[in-house]
């Protein structure tokens, strides 16, 4: 973990009681320091009992509450500028970023979309596709509110390989339509739109068969003959179209966001496609946008063939140069700190412009610096660190998912390159027949670890996964 943990700034945070020192309550946490930081000297011989000295820290922010701190720490801090607390990067997972770079196309190309779907011209939902961490999730949610500023209704589901998609579509269409009810002049539209909803919500398999307490949580009666047929391509087209109808009375539009789109179970990715194709005709306003890994595209047209006039796929990569930089120092700039050229081409070296390591890269380097400027010397010692997260975060804790078998099954793809490797020379590495390794290998893409780029082609869902497996032991 970051070196530097503690700072004067959360004390305050928490409340500090005693005016101009930190609080007896704050525990004295060791800091190993780092190579370039003097030694600390004491504040204050702590006058009491239950006061304590503060903690090595090197940057506080300007407060009056810690000016008197502040000045003896002066000599040992020689910077304000690089705070730990002030570190704006954001490595997690659908994380907004401190600042999102490299998206404009994206966010035009959906600007265009809401415009067109609310003036009832014809428009292809999106689909945005990519490896893990390239900031799909982030996007999507950066969509959702765009469509909520124009006053859409809005809703999102995350889809699970074990589930089906019938309760969480109609708990998000639910939350779009208590966004748009307040603003709706004929209530009994909403509450005969409630009632189809509800309806639909409770012909799920699972409650029919008593197995399941759920319940929609709609306060109406449930309609009836709307929606609740049981064949979830019917009951999906009606229940699209009837909140596309509600929309089309406020002259604003839906959006339904589904993410990690590639999990909706095969019988389910027809139905939507269907869903969305009846849509796409009667030119409803209300919009389907996907999110997935790369072969997400295969698997809507393995199940309707029409899937790839029926969506506008945006591949989401890495970014470029530029972006990635921007990624980096706009959030820095906004805290007063700056970076080298030097640092920067160190930081794009080890981030490969992916979006989470660019992110992991700069919280890492920003906890290490001692000061502004950060220097391609700060990314040195900072590297390690971060990759060290990685190792444990981002990487292991997938790898840790899969079994002995599958695990050899990616060393042998690590083995190959980093690009997508053919599943014949695979199984050649293995000493194996390629028909004997299918279960591994399809448990490896049920699991979204590795994906089937092409026919005969396998590649890892996570920039630098081969790197990482080479890296260790066998
Ligand atoms: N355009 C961007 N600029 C800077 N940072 C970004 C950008 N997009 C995403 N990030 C950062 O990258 C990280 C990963 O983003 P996100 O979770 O959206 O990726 P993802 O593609 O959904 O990954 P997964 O497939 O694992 O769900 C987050 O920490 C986020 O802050
Ligand atoms: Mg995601």
């Known amino acids: 973990m970051a070196v530097f943990t503690m700072s004067a700034a959360p004390v305050a945070a928490a409340g500090a009681p005693v005016a101009g020192v930190p609080v007896a309550s704050d525990p004295v946490v060791p800091s190993p320091a780092p190579p370039d930081v003097a030694p600390v000297v004491p504040v204050q011989a702590p006058p009491a009992a239950g006061w304590c000295v503060p903690r090595p820290r090197r940057a506080t922010r300007p407060s009056a509450l810690y000016g008197n701190l502040r000045r003896p720490l002066y000599p040992v801090i020689k910077s304000e500028s690089v705070d730990p607390v002030r570190n704006p990067y954001a490595p997690g997972a659908g994380q907004r970023p401190p600042e999102l770079a490299g998206r404009d196309r994206e966010l035009q190309q959906f600007e265009i979309v809401l415009e067109r779907v609310a003036r009832g011209r014809p428009e292809r939902s999106m689909v945005l596709t990519g490896l893990r961490g390239v ?32 309760r969480p579509v109609a708990a998000a269409l639910h939350m779009a339509i208590r966004e748009l009810a307040p603003r709706h002049r004929a209530p009994e539209r909403i509450e005969e739109f409630l009632g189809v909803l509800k309806a639909f919500a409770m012909r799920d398999p699972a409650a029919a068969k008593g197995t399941s307490h759920w319940s929609p949580g709609i306060d109406v009666p449930a309609a009836r003959g709307r929606a609740d047929s049981g064949d979830l391509e019917i009951d999906l087209t009606e229940l699209f179209v009837d909140a596309a109808s509600v929309a089309t009375d406020l002259g604003v539009g839906i959006a339904l966001f589904i993410d990690e789109m590639q999990d909706v179970q095969a ?63 706009a959030p820095a700039a906004r805290e007063g700190v700056e970076f080298t050229p030097d640092a920067l081409d160190a930081l794009y070296e080890a981030a490969d412009g992916y979006p989470y390591f660019v992110q992991a890269y700069g919280k890492v380097a920003w906890d290490f610096a001692p000061r502004s400027p950060i220097t391609a010397d700060d990314i040195k010692v900072a590297a390690p660190e971060a990759e060290e997260e990685l190792a444990v975060g981002f990487f292991g804790s997938r790898y840790e998912r899969a079994t002995p078998a599958e695990r050899d099954y990616m060393r042998a793809m690590a083995q190959l390159g980093d690009d997508p ?48 497996l080479r890296a260790q032991p066998v």
């Not at 589901?157 to 589930?163: L, N």
């Not at 293995?430 to 082609?457: N, V």
């Open 135 to 166: 900031g799909k999730t982030v996007l999507l949610n950066t969509f959702k509110s765009m469509a909520m500023q124009r006053l859409w209704g809005t809703g999102k589901i995350e889809a699970r390989p074990d589930q089906s998609i019938r």
């Open 267 to 329: 019988p389910d990715v027809s139905a939507l496609c269907a869903a969305c194709h009846e849509l796409s005709q009667n030119g409803g306003p209300l919009i389907v946008v996907g999110a997935g890994l790369p072969h997400l595209p295969s698997v809507l047209s393995a199940s309707k063939s029409y899937s790839e006039r029926l969506f506008r796929y945006a591949r989401i990569d890495r970014l470029d140069r530029e972006a990635a930089d921007q990624a980096l120092i």
């Open 421 to 468: 490797v053919p599943t014949a020379e695979v199984a050649e590495v293995l000493g194996r027949k390629p028909s004997s390794l299918s279960p591994a290998r399809d448990s490896l893409i049920k699991k979204g670890l590795i994906y089937s780029a092409e026919r005969g082609l396998i590649g890892f869902t996570v920039p630098h996964f081969g790197r990482f």
